[in-house]
C-alpha cells in the first residue's frame, strides 16, 4: 500500500498566487481529512468528507480557502489568493470509516511557504 | 478553553527513565481516544489507540480515565529513540472528526 500522497512536498509561492495541494487517500478509504500544522496553533482540522461528500468545514480559516472531492480517490485543497499568514504544513490524512475505526493515516505533508 | 489540550514539555528524560503527561478533553461525549508520535518534520503516526480499561504496548501504556477527562501515556526505560513529540487525539463516534492536542515534546538523553 503506497499510503496517503501528497503533492507538492514543498511549495514556494509569492503572496496573491494561487495554490493548489493535492491528495490521494488509501484506496479503500472513505474518509479524508484536511489539516494545517503551525508552530503557534498546533494540528488544526480545516476540513474533512465521508464517501466524498463535505462533512464539517468549520475549520477552513476564510473563503480564499476551498476544498473539493471530486472522487474517491483524489482531493485538493486551494488557497486564492495566497498570504504569509497561509504558510504552514498542510497534512492530508485518510481512514476507514465503519462501526468501530477511528484511526488516521496521515500523509507526509505540504510545506507551503508564503513570501 | 481548547477542546483538546497538552502540556507542550519539553519533559527532558535520562535514558532508562519512565515519563508521563497527560491530555485533557472538554467534550465528554467523546468515544475514541488515540496517541500519535510526531518526528521533527515528520507527519504524525499513530502510536496506540487507548481503551477504556487501559492498554499497554510494550514499554508503552495509555489509561483514560473519563470521569475526569484526560488521558495518559506513560513511557517505560525511555530509548534515545522515543524522543519525539507525542499528540494526543479524540474523537466522536466513527465518521466523526478528530481533534489534536498541541503535542507534549520528550526528549530523552544519554
Known amino acids: 500500500d503506497a499510503g496517503v500522497i501528497q503533492s507538492p512536498r514543498h511549495e514556494v509561492t509569492e503572496m496573491g498566487q494561487e495554490v493548489t495541494l493535492r491528495c490521494k487517500p488509501i484506496?479503500?478509504?472513505?474518509?479524508l481529512f484536511w489539516y494545517r500544522q503551525t508552530m503557534m496553533r498546533g494540528l488544526e482540522l480545516l476540513i474533512y468528507f465521508n464517501n466524498n461528500v463535505p462533512i464539517d468545514d468549520s475549520g477552513m480559516p476564510e473563503d480564499r480557502f476551498s476544498a473539493k472531492m471530486p472522487n474517491a480517490s483524489f482531493s485538493t485543497l486551494k488557497i486564492q489568493p495566497s498570504e504569509p499568514r497561509d504558510s504552514a504544513v498542510y497534512f492530508c490524512?485518510?481512514?476507514?470509516?465503519?462501526?468501530?475505526?477511528?484511526?488516521?493515516?496521515f500523509g507526509a505533508g505540504s510545506r507551503l511557504t508564503v513570501l | 478553553r481548547k477542546e483538546v489540550e497538552q502540556d507542550p514539555g519539553p519533559f527532558n528524560v535520562p535514558e532508562g527513565a519512565t515519563v508521563a503527561f497527560n491530555c485533557t478533553y472538554s467534550?465528554?461525549?467523546?468515544?475514541?481516544f488515540f496517541w500519535y508520535r510526531q518526528d521533527c518534520r515528520k507527519e504524525p503516526k499513530l502510536l496506540m489507540s487507548v481503551y477504556s480499561s487501559g492498554n499497554e504496548d510494550g514499554r508503552f501504556t495509555a489509561q483514560l480515565n473519563r470521569a475526569s477527562q484526560y488521558i495518559s501515556l506513560l513511557i517505560r526505560d525511555s530509548k534515545l529513540s522515543d524522543s519525539a513529540t507525542y499528540l494526543c487525539a479524540v474523537g466522536g463516534a466513527a465518521g466523526n472528526k478528530l481533534t489534536f492536542g498541541g503535542g507534549t515534546r520528550v526528549l530523552v538523553k544519554p
Open positions: 484506496s479503500g478509504h472513505n474518509s
Open positions: 490524512a485518510s481512514r476507514l470509516t465503519d462501526s468501530g475505526a477511528n484511526v488516521l493515516t
Open positions: 467534550n465528554s461525549a467523546s468515544q475514541s
